[in-house]
């Protein structure tokens, strides 16, 4: 005579399953959100810099583009036009009031990401999804990570004369931050977190996010 499983045995498997499922989901959750991200900022990364090849070709070499000529959305969409619109493939780009009270020219890709342009046309703060582009700062380094284009910045500091000139879109790091001796800040994790270039930390470990990451996604 076959014996079939009782109530409680039932019960006790369903128990332990849930029990497993409670301890894998978040580590599958947060693997996902960790490729989403890496395999984003790569697509972005590629998307853009072939934009920026393909616009020499018609334009000339990048370090003589000329940027925008004051720092308004209005300016930086004609440098937008000029040197990007025919060869950046994207689902809607304009001038958009956002919740965070500024006003920026945007732009909005295929994937559901997308980019505020400001500064001349130097600064690109992407998101992964494009509807945090009104809150950038509160999800910078989970969703939105910084970008910039200069070409012809570097002066006398090394790291970024290797990371900016004759180059096109990368991830932002800045001249202007010192340490409290008056050092230059150098690309070092701990000097790459505490000034939140997120995306470049994310760059020099090869396109993935580092172990010690310490921003939660």
């Excluded at 505020?116 to 690109?124: F, P, Q, R």
């Excluded at 703060?125 to 945090?132: D, M, T």
Aim: glycine share 6%; proline share 4%.
């Amino acid at each position: 005579m076959n014996r079939g499983f009782t109530l409680a045995e039932v019960l006790i498997t369903i128990g332990i399953i849930g029990i497993v499922a409670a301890m894998t989901f978040p580590i599958l959750i947060k693997k996902h959100r960790k490729t989403v991200i890496e395999t984003s900022l790569k697509r972005f990364y590629t998307v853009t810099n072939q934009a920026v090849l393909l616009s020499t070709a018609d334009n000339g070499e990048i370090q003589y583009w000329e940027f925008a000529a004051a720092d308004t959305p209005e300016e930086v969409e004609k440098f937008y036009n000029k040197y990007f619109n025919k060869y950046l493939k994207t689902h809607n780009a304009g001038i958009d009031d956002f919740k965070d009270g500024t006003t920026r020219f945007a732009v909005y890709f295929p994937d559901g990401s997308g980019a505020k342009i400001e500064y001349l046309g130097h600064d690109w703060l992407y998101c992964i999804n494009a509807g945090y582009l009104d809150e950038w700062d509160k999800y910078h380094g989970s969703n939105c990570f910084k970008f910039g284009f200069y070409p012809e910045w570097g002066t006398d500091q090394e790291h970024l004369i290797s990371t900016y000139v004759n180059k096109g879109i990368e991830p932002y790091i800045n001249s202007s931050k010192l340490t409290e001796d008056g050092n230059r800040v150098e690309t070092t994790p701990e000097d790459l977190y505490s000034q939140k270039w997120y995306a470049k930390a994310i760059q020099l470990n090869n396109w993935t996010i580092p172990d010690d990451y310490p921003v939660k996604y």
